[in-house]
């Protein structure tokens, strides 16, 4: 049993289930992280199936388990199926539900230090669009987003909260639930960016309160590339037109007239990457098996051992921020080139990565921080494996 009362992982178990171990030693699940072996047969069985029979015959043939994608889905977010949209990536899940909200001129949308560049440009367009006012709440001590601050720049004129839970570097958790909880109290709807936190971390839409959550596939779920979906709280689900639409998401029925279908599917396209969704469901199965809890813990450990080893090496400074960063780990070599650093590390056997300021824009201003280099362990590393990176790191700087 370990200390936080979970069953033991076996890991060596995990490891032998993933078909990237044995080459480069793979430390950036925050970029796109190793599949397992049921994710990559899932894909490439539902390609062989479309190879054999013909893309509609083998979409038709797993109708079952691909409906069986959503219920997947809902089930590690806490939500129902029918609160479930499954798109190509975390942008476009988010921005489907952005540009869907009808926002009066004016409003006011608040929004976090470490708001990721995507979803800030889209906030940039429909503020120049439509006359909104885009706010950012302030972060307390420790880089959180600070939630008494948030609590008082409430008024009646605030049309909608829009924030990153687990930014793409930096290694915080923003609050997310505490922030719900404000939103809630005010009627504010609340939009959540879960994409580094799908896989990373236990998530419960209806706990955090948000109405809308988007989330990426290929990052801590290790599911494919090309895979995202988006939840909307069944509450919004009749009232959202789409911005976009087409005869799936919201069927011809008559010469003059559309009907929305009833469920989040109504942000769903007719065409789909079938292969890719049935590896994003045995992803998710996949984490589900294994116990989003137990992945959380052990991710926290490597992070956390990864932390202390990178704070003793000379010239890094770990930039990790809030009061229990995750599994994203974020530092700066002085006076070296950080594209220089990943490649002497790619030679040395080791993936790391680097993050442009552009990424977070509001935070890298307000902290001064140049490119970051970026490591995010998962499930399958080792211990081992975070030393020898630091020990090739210390070495190549
Ligand atoms: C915090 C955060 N939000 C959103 C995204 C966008 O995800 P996607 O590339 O799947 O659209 C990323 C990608 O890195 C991210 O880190």
């Given at each position: ?141 420790s880089?959180?987003l ?5 609590e ?18 930096g ?65 919004w689900l ?94 700066t ?13 790619a ?48 070495r190549?700087?």
């Amino acid at each position: 049993m370990a200390a936080d009362g979970t069953q033991e992982l076996d890991i060596a178990r995990i490891r032998a289930e993933t078909p990237g171990i044995g080459g480069p030693v793979h430390l950036l699940a925050c970029g796109s992280a190793l599949m397992p072996q049921p994710v990559v047969d899932a894909v490439i069985g539902h390609t062989r199936l479309e190879a054999e029979h013909g893309g509609y015959e083998a979409a038709a043939m797993q109708a079952e388990a691909l409906e069986a994608v959503y219920a997947s889905v809902a089930r590690l977010v806490g939500a129902q199926p029918r609160e479930i949209a499954l798109l190509e990536n975390a942008t476009v899940a988010w921005c489907h539900a952005f540009y869907a909200l009808p926002l009066r001129r004016g409003v006011r949308i608040l929004t976090c230090e470490a708001e990721y560049a995507a979803n800030y440009v889209a906030l940039l367009q429909r503020a120049k669009r439509e006359d909104l006012r885009i706010e950012v709440v302030p972060s307390d001590a420790s880089g959180a987003l600070d939630v008494a601050a948030l609590e008082a720049m409430i008024d009646g004129d605030v049309g909608l909260i829009a924030i990153t839970w687990v930014p793409t570097n930096g290694g915080l958790v923003n609050p997310a639930a505490a922030v719900g909880a404000v939103a809630r109290r005010h009627g504010v709807p609340y939009l959540l960016d879960a994409c580094q936190a799908a896989g990373q971390l236990p998530i419960d839409v209806g706990a955090i309160g948000c109405d809308f959550l988007s989330a990426t596939g290929r990052k801590f779920l290790r599911g494919p590339r090309g895979t995202g979906f988006l939840y909307v709280a069944g509450r919004w689900l009749e009232r959202l037109e789409p911005a976009m639409i087409d005869h799936f998401g919201a069927p011809w029925v008559a010469r003059d007239r559309y009907a929305l279908r009833p469920d989040a599917r109504r942000f769903e396209t007719w065409e789909n990457a079938y292969a890719l969704r049935a590896g994003l469901g045995a992803a998710v199965d996949y984490a589900e098996a294994i116990g989003i809890v137990r992945i959380a813990a052990r991710i926290g450990q490597l992070a956390e051992r990864c932390r202390a080893l990178l704070a003793a090496v000379p010239g890094v400074t770990v930039r990790d921020l809030g009061p229990a960063p995750c599994g994203i780990v974020s530092f700066t070599v002085e006076g070296a080139e950080p594209a220089a650093v990943v490649a002497r590390m790619a030679e040395a056997g080791f993936v790391i990565g680097a993050s442009d300021p552009a990424s977070t824009r509001l935070d890298s201003e307000r902290r001064g921080l140049p490119v970051m280099l970026r490591i995010a362990p998962h499930v399958y590393n080792t211990e081992d494996e975070i030393a020898g990176a630091v020990a090739a790191l210390a070495r190549s700087i």
